[in-house]
Structures are given as structure tokens and as C-alpha cells.
């Protein structure tokens, strides 16, 4: 991914989480514990399993729709960021040998089980977060953050960065952009220039603080950043959070998905 | 070198999660003792300033790929390691949030594997040492190249031990380990270089900053990392014993891992009001969607052999195979029909 595209990548992001949908009003704090339990359910399962794990897919796919986020989007973004996952699961088809038996005919390793299972997972947890921030917005899940007891100073912090993530990002725009019209080919693309250049961008990064620092001075700053939206839980909220759980309760510990296919296959039979 | 999700198990995620968030509340109390209000904007902008430099790309010579650098070492250096162990969580987070690198529950690993190495360990117990008062720029060098190539050595073991004791794949040790570690020294060698680089750079030009830095710093990390130190352990020792005890072929040890892990929340709030009742349903209907195993002769001799079922008879994988099939349409046609019903 080019610099430019990342940089769009993460300000779309934050466009989609202005959006006004029922998702978007839930209250971030439940959205968070929501979204946590979600993974840990999904994790929880065990390394063989696929089928229970399918109905899993009806959560990002509510959000998803509920929601109005792009599907191409975010499944460009966990695309993006799969290698690491399949490095590590593709292993499981070469060292697990053990066979297992599908249907009349069709018989696989249980390696390939292990690494679809891997790969339904790394869909499932990787999606859902990033739908979390798409829905709530990066502010948002900081502020439920504080309201569930993370440290102030580094709920400060993460605002902060998110802050200014733009304002340097910008300004290392301008400078890749002026490195890249004077180097040709691979000139000046070495790690000696790459120092220079990340030196100085330290040092206005610096500078650039202390000048923040002032500015907020004069307006009042005294070591917190406060929110002037108030959260409150409503009905909504946690009729929502309810049946989440009472879903995830379900498909986590009956094999729902069987018992219909085992239902169909009687009806067809 | 983000761990994921999929690789992870509740019981691993949540002990370095516990462990990654100790960490991060003992360092902003300590933070909080001597800081004074100015840091806080240095602090976030300093975050801001390791995404930007991530982007910028650097041919590494010789092999004509592309890097970037991390800033663990660096930001202790500038910083002092409370801080920069603030810093690096919050990029981290940011990066599970909006790259989705690793994710939100491998965010404990990743703060772990990344944070608290270059901080409290190799920081003070390396680094420190080796480049002594900071005057000589030949001893900076060194210092930040050995602790560049030990803090990601660390980092990259730890992303081993995670995997491993999570059992979701079947990398053998010593294999996993020759692949992870090679290629981290590597790395290790060109952040050091470039870490060093920077910091020489600022100094020739700022050098009050590496001095405002050292009023951060701690005198007395060896006491109370300890402490963090020790809390880790027992709840390493908790859960490693959780763990064997989860492998020895018990079924429902997932199970038992789940509810621990979500006894803070609702969930577990219902189940504890009604728990002999769902015991006692879970029971009778304990029979689990799963596969037919035909273990093999190497599996037999296998320490984790998967679970033999011998009471399902062949027609279950297709009934499972089945009822996800039409699951998935189910699932695709709600949001397709969501999707038609809000254009309309």
C-alpha cells in the first residue's frame, strides 16, 4: 500500500463513523464490551471447528448493512492485512496429517480444517473490529475507554495521537513528496537520507508540541481533555447488548448449524 | 510481527491482556507523580510522529525491499520508558483500530511484545549500561543497535510462545523459531542503526531535548518492576496450569476458558443466576458439532492427539457441512435484503 492510499484509508475511516444509523447511536461503552465478547467467543472455539463458527458472520454482516459501511472496503482491509495469519495457519496442512472424513468420498487433512479455521477467524475478529471504530468513531471508543475505569492520562493520549495523526501525515506527505521529485530511481532512498529526513521530522514534531502545548494553555488547559457529549445507556442499548449475548450464548454452545442441516437433510430424505 | 486474533486462545489473550494492562496502569501512576502538563501534547504528537515515520519507506542495501521502523528503543531513549510504553500502546491501538494489524484482542500480546521489552527490560538493563552518560556517540551506536536486535529477539520469541501455547497451529517449536528469529535480526540490525542515527542527529541538533527526556526518567525502575514482574508470573503460572489442563484431552476445557474470561461481563451474570439449571442442559445435550477422526499412526503417537468420536456416525460432517451452507445464505440474504430495503 502507497502512502497516499494509507493516509486515505484512515480518514475514510473516520468519515464513516459521522454517518447517523442506529449502530452509529448505540452507546460506545456497550458497543466495546459488545464487540469484546464477540472476539472472545469467536477464539474460544476449537481449532477444527468451521461450520459452528459460520453464524458467526451474521454480526459484521448486521453491523455491516445496519450500518451503511462499504463491504469492499473493509474486505480490502482485511485482505490487506491477512499474510501474517496464513504464514502461520498454511503450516497446518503440512504437519497435521491426521485424516479426516467428510462425506462418502471426500476425505481431507485436518491441517486444512485447522487453517480454514484459522482463516474464518482471522475474517470474523478482524472485520469487527475495525467495524467497531467504523461505527463509533475513534473519539467515541476512547471516551467509552475512560468511562470504564483505562487511566485518563492514556485516554489523553490516545486523543491526542488521533489528533494529530492528520496534521503529521500531512506534513510527511510534503516530504516524501519532495524526497521522491529529487531522488531518481534508488537514489537517495537509502537509509542515510531515510535518518536525515526522520531526524528533522523529530525535531518539528518537537517543536510543533510546544507550540500545541501553548496554544492550549491559553485556553485553559489543565492536564485532562474532558467531553462535552454526555453517554447515557438507554433502552435501546441494552436490548441490543442482551441480544448479542443471548446470539452469541446460543451459536456458542449448541450446534445450531447442524441440527438444521440434520433438519434439512430429514425434510429432503 | 502483529500477532492476530485467529492464532490466539481466550486464556492467552487474556493473560497478556491482564499483564499488558498492569503495565500500562503502573506506568501512567508513575507518569502521573512527576509529569508536568507539557508533556502531555509531547507525548501524543511523539505518537503521531511514529506513525508518519512508518510511512516513509527506506530501501534496505542490498536486498532492494522496503522497511520501516518501529520506535521502541527510540522513544525510551527521548522519553523515558513510562512514557514511551504510553506512546507505543496507543500507536499500537490505533493501528488494531484502523490498520487492523493484529487485533483487538492480540492488542495485549502486541503492547507486550513491543512495549514492555524495549522499556523496562531492555532500557535499563541494556541500553543504559552500554551507552553510559550519553556523551559518546560511538557508544550510543552500540547501545542502540544491541538493543534494538535484543528488544525485537524478545518480541519475536514471545509471538512464538503465544502461538504455541494457544495451540491453533501446529508449527513445531524449534521450526517456528528458525523462522521467526532470522528474519528479526535482521530488522533488529536496521532499526538499531537507523535508531541510532536519529538519536545522534537530534543531539548534534537539539540536544536539550535528550536532556528534558532524562527528568522523566525513572531512578527507581528496578524496585517496582518487580512488582510487574511478579504479577506476571502467577498469572503466567495460573493460566499455564489452566492450559495443560485445557490440553489433556478434555472436551469442554474451551468451555471452562470462556466463562473465566467473561466473568467480568453480562454474560456471566446470566449464567451464574441460572448455572445448575444450564449445567444441567448443557450436559444432556453435550454432544458437539465436530468431524470424524480417523487419527493416523503419527497422531497416535502425538502428544495433543485431536479428540476421537466414536458415538457420530459419518452422516454428521455433511449435516454440518449443510446447515452452514444454508446459514451463510441466510446471513447473505439479510444483509443483501437490509441493504435493497434501505435504498428503497
Redesign the interface.
Known sequence: MN?DE??Y??GF?DQLSYKDTFVHRLDPRIKL?V???F??????????????L??F??YP??L???G?IPLMFILK??A??SP??IF??I??P???????????GL?IS??W??FF???I??TL??ST??L??ATTS?PG?CHALRQLG??S??V??????????F???E??MR??RARNMRSFE?HG???????????I???R??E???R??FA??SRG???DMPTLKRFHIKAGDLVF??SV?VF??IF???????????F??GVFS | MHMADALLSPAVGATMWAGSMATLGYSSKKLKENIDNKTIPLMGVMGAFIFAAMMINFTIPGTGSSGHIAGGILLTVMLGPYAAFLILASVLMVQALFFADGGLLALGCNIWNMGFYPCFLVYPLIYRPIAGDGTSAKRIYIAAIVSAIIALQLGAFSVVLETLSSGRSELPFGTFVLLMQPIHLAIGLVEGIITAGIISSVKKVRPEILESGNSLRPLDAGISLKNVLVAFLILAVITGGALSWLASTHPDGLEWSIKKVTGKTELAEQTNGVASLLKDIQEKTAFFPDYNFKPSDKEKRGKEKPPVWPGIEAGTSFAGILGGAIVLMFILFIGFGIRLFKKQ
Do not use: H
Not at chain 1, 481449532?47 to 459452528?52: D, G, P, Q, R, S
Not at chain 1, 489523553?156 to 495523526?165: E, G, K, P
Not at chain 1, 532512498?189 to 531526524?199: P, S
Open positions: 502512502f494509507k493516509y484509508n484512515i475511516l464490551i464487540t469484546l465478547l472476539l472472545f467467543t469467536v477464539i474460544s472455539f476449537s481449532k477444527y471447528e468451521i461450520v459452528a459460520l453464524p458472520f451474521l454482516v448486521l455491516m448493512t445496519i451503511e482491509k482485511v490487506l492485512v501474517f495469519a502461520i495457519g503450516f497446518n503440512l504437519l497435521d496429517s491426521g485424516q479426516v472424513f467428510i462425506f462418502k476425505t485436518a491441517g480444517l485447522s479455521s484459522i482463516l477467524k482471522f475478529t478482524v473490529a475495525l467497531l471504530v475513534f471508543v483505562v487511566p492520562l492514556f489523553s493520549q490516545l486523543l491526542f495521537l488521533y489528533r494529530y495523526i496534521v503529521l501525515m506534513e510527511t516530504i516524501v534508488q532512498k537509502g537509509i542515510k537520507v531515510f535518518v536525515r529526513i526522520v531526524g521530522l523529530f525535531i514534531t518537537v510543533r508540541a510546544e500545541v502545548y492550549m494553555l488547559f489543565q492536564g447488548a442482551v449475548a452469541l450464548y456458542r454452545f449448541y450446534p445450531a448449524t447442524e441440527i438444521l442441516g440434520r434439512v437433510q
